[in-house]
């Protein structure tokens, strides 16, 4: 079955440092590729997504992703974190040509921002 | 309005209330979900209906009774509720025969049960 993990669980930084996130899925094909954001008390927002080509997508807010097919991993970055960054992130994958019921989330990485 | 759309944002009931979640997509997709986040635990796909028929059910209980009747429009009907249903009910749409079938989230409606 596919797995998605996010292995932190909670990360802090401070104003103005750089961001990793990482994801990692486990399925037999690439899947379709997401990270969406969850402000508190809000949806989920989607940030960005890989389907093909460029390894290197780029989303909103700043953000963008890179797949690695060796390591199964589709690590979220961000040059320069914003104290409004702080939120839960999930990444989530959906095996292609399927749809949206299919979508498998992973556990979420809560981001703390310090002034 | 643009988006998707859940009403009431917030909901207080008593176990033996009878109540009801509403969504609303004007994204002109053909799918639309249910799905129930709790403090401490990963999103869980409730109820889905493709082209308004329901196809998934995911074992959710009998309190939860989903109704979709049109594209646009998805309740959750809730009655007889337990306090450990209190969580976060999350509504989504879809396209699905688009190249990517991506899902667009409302905001939530934030239910309590006493």
């Known amino acids: 079955a596919q797995s998605v993990t996010q292995p932190d669980i909670h990360i802090t930084v401070s104003e103005g440092a750089s961001l990793e996130l990482r994801c990692n899925y486990s399925?037999?094909?690439?899947?379709?590729l997401f990270w969406y954001v969850q402000s508190p008390g809000q949806g989920l927002q989607l940030l960005l997504k890989y389907f093909s080509g460029d390894t290197l997508v780029q989303g909103i807010k700043g953000f963008e992703a890179e797949f690695k097919r060796s390591q199964s991993s589709f690590n979220l970055r961000k040059p320069s974190v914003h104290w409004s960054d702080a939120a839960e992130y999930f990444c989530a994958v959906v095996p292609l040509g399927n749809y949206g019921q299919n979508f498998v989330f992973g556990p979420g990485t809560r981001l703390s921002v310090l002034p | 309005e643009t988006g998707v759309t859940q009403t009431p944002r917030h909901l207080v009931m008593g176990m033996t209330n009878k109540k009801s979640l509403k969504c609303e997509q004007h994204?002109?997709?053909?799918?639309m979900y249910w799905y129930k986040q709790s403090a401490k635990k990963p999103l869980e796909l409730m109820f889905v209906?493709?082209?308004?028929?329901?196809?998934e059910n995911n074992s959710v209980p009998s309190r939860f009774s989903p109704e979709c009747p049109n594209s646009s429009h998805l309740f959750l009907h809730l009655h007889t509720l337990q306090p450990e249903d209190s969580a976060l009910y999350l509504c989504?749409?879809?396209?699905?025969?688009?190249?990517?079938?991506?899902?667009?989230f409302g905001e939530g409606s934030r239910l309590t049960v006493l």
């Open positions: 994204l002109g997709h053909n799918a």
């Open positions: 989504a749409s879809s396209q699905e025969d688009s190249a990517t079938g991506e899902l667009f």
């Open positions: 209906y493709s082209l308004e028929e329901r196809v």
């Open positions: 399925y037999g094909a690439t899947p379709y």
